[in-house]
C-alpha cells in the first residue's frame, strides 16, 4: 500500500519522509482543507526531500466552483509546478450543484500532463460518486482521493470498496480520518494507497490575551470573499 502524508510545511515534509513515507501531498492550511502552497515552499521541499511531492491546486478555500479569474491563477499554477519539475497534481472542479465540471477539469488534466493527476476530495461533495467515478475515468483521472462522502473515511469503508470495485484503472485513496487505530481495515481491504496528515501540534505560544487573527465570516464554504470594488471606491473618494 503507498503511504501519502499530506504535508503542511518543509518541516512536515521532512518528517513525513523520514519516517517511511512513499510521498507528500503538499499544500498550505490545512484547517480549511488544504490551498495551493507557495513556489517558495515547493522548491524547499524538493531541495529536501528525495520522495515524490504531489501539489495540490485549489486557489482559496470554501467549494470547489471556480470563477474564469480564479482558474486563469490555476492554470499558471501547473505552469509553475511543470517548471519545478513536481510529479503530481491534485485538484478538480465542480459545477454550483456540485457535478464535476468536465471541461474545466478535462484543460486541467491536460495542462498538468504527464504529471499523475489526482482528482482531490471536492469528490466528497458529489451526490452520485459511482456515475462521477465513470466520467472522471474517461477523462483519464489517475487516483481519486475520498472520505466516501462522510467526515471519516473508516465510516465509508464499503461505500469506498464498491468504488474500489467499480473501476480497474483509477486508484481508489481514502483519505480522512486515517489514523493507526483503524489502519488496518484499510489494509484488510487491500486498497492501492492511503492518504492522512499524521499532524501534532508544535510550536506553542501564548495567545490568551491577544485579539484573534481567524476571520469566522471568511471560513464561509457556500461563498467567496471578493474585494467590492463599490466599497473600495466610496472609501477612496472619501479619503482622497
Same mark, same amino acid.
Given at each position: 500500500?503507498?503511504?501519502?502524508?499530506?504535508?503542511?510545511?518543509?518541516?512536515?515534509?521532512?518528517?513525513? $519522509?523520514?519516517?517511511?513515507?512513499?510521498?507528500?501531498? *503538499?499544500?498550505?492550511?490545512?484547517? @480549511?482543507?488544504?490551498?495551493?502552497?507557495?513556489?517558495? *515552499?515547493?522548491?524547499?521541499?524538493?531541495?529536501?526531500?528525495?520522495?515524490?511531492?504531489?501539489? *495540490?491546486?485549489?486557489?482559496?478555500?470554501?467549494?470547489?466552483?471556480?470563477?474564469?479569474?480564479?482558474?486563469?491563477?490555476?492554470?499558471?499554477?501547473?505552469?509553475?509546478?511543470?517548471?519545478? %519539475?513536481?510529479?503530481?497534481?491534485?485538484?478538480?472542479?465542480?459545477?454550483?450543484?456540485?457535478?464535476?465540471?468536465?471541461?474545466?477539469?478535462?484543460?486541467?488534466?491536460?495542462?498538468?500532463?504527464?504529471?499523475?493527476?489526482?482528482?482531490?476530495?471536492?469528490?466528497?461533495?458529489?451526490?452520485?460518486?459511482?456515475? !462521477?467515478?465513470?466520467?472522471?475515468?474517461?477523462? %483519464?483521472?489517475?487516483?481519486?482521493?475520498?472520505?466516501?462522502?462522510?467526515?471519516?473515511?473508516?465510516?465509508?469503508?464499503?461505500?469506498?470498496?464498491?468504488?474500489?470495485?467499480?473501476?480497474?484503472?483509477?486508484?481508489?485513496?481514502? %483519505?480522512?480520518? @486515517?489514523? !493507526?487505530?483503524?489502519?488496518?481495515?484499510?489494509?484488510?481491504?487491500?486498497?492501492? !494507497?492511503?492518504?492522512?496528515? %499524521?499532524?501534532?501540534?508544535?510550536?506553542?505560544?501564548?495567545?490568551?490575551?491577544?485579539?484573534?487573527?481567524?476571520?469566522?465570516?471568511?471560513?464561509?464554504?457556500?461563498?467567496?470573499?471578493?474585494?467590492?470594488?463599490?466599497?473600495?471606491?466610496?472609501? @477612496? $473618494?472619501?479619503?482622497?
Amino acid at each position: 500500500m503507498l503511504v501519502e502524508v499530506c504535508c503542511n510545511s518543509l518541516e512536515s515534509a521532512i518528517n513525513a $519522509q523520514s519516517a517511511g513515507a512513499d510521498r507528500v501531498e *503538499l499544500c498550505s492550511e490545512l484547517g @480549511v482543507g488544504g490551498i495551493t502552497p507557495s513556489s517558495g *515552499l515547493i522548491q524547499q521541499v524538493q531541495k529536501h526531500i528525495n520522495i515524490p511531492i504531489h501539489v *495540490l491546486l485549489r486557489p482559496r478555500s470554501g467549494h470547489f466552483t471556480y470563477t474564469d479569474t480564479e482558474f486563469e491563477v490555476m492554470h499558471k499554477d501547473i505552469e509553475v509546478c511543470i517548471e519545478l %519539475g513536481v510529479d503530481g497534481i491534485v485538484s478538480g472542479a465542480l459545477n454550483s450543484d456540485n457535478t464535476i465540471a468536465i471541461e474545466k477539469t478535462k484543460i486541467l488534466i491536460s495542462k498538468s500532463k504527464p504529471l499523475h493527476f489526482t482528482f482531490h476530495r471536492a469528490f466528497d461533495w458529489i451526490d452520485d460518486q459511482k456515475k !462521477a467515478l465513470l466520467q472522471l475515468e474517461e477523462l %483519464g483521472i489517475d487516483t481519486v482521493l475520498t472520505s466516501g462522502k462522510l467526515g471519516a473515511a473508516e465510516d465509508a469503508i464499503n461505500q469506498l470498496k464498491e468504488l474500489k470495485r467499480l473501476s480497474s484503472r483509477i486508484t481508489i485513496m481514502p %483519505g480522512g480520518g @486515517v489514523n !493507526a487505530a483503524n489502519i488496518s481495515a484499510f489494509k484488510k481491504a487491500e486498497f492501492k !494507497a492511503i492518504h492522512f496528515s %499524521g499532524s501534532s501540534f508544535v510550536n506553542q505560544v501564548d495567545t490568551s490575551t491577544k485579539i484573534t487573527m481567524n476571520s469566522k465570516k471568511h471560513l464561509a464554504e457556500n461563498e467567496v470573499a471578493v474585494t467590492n470594488e463599490k466599497i473600495v471606491r466610496q472609501i @477612496v $473618494q472619501l479619503i482622497k
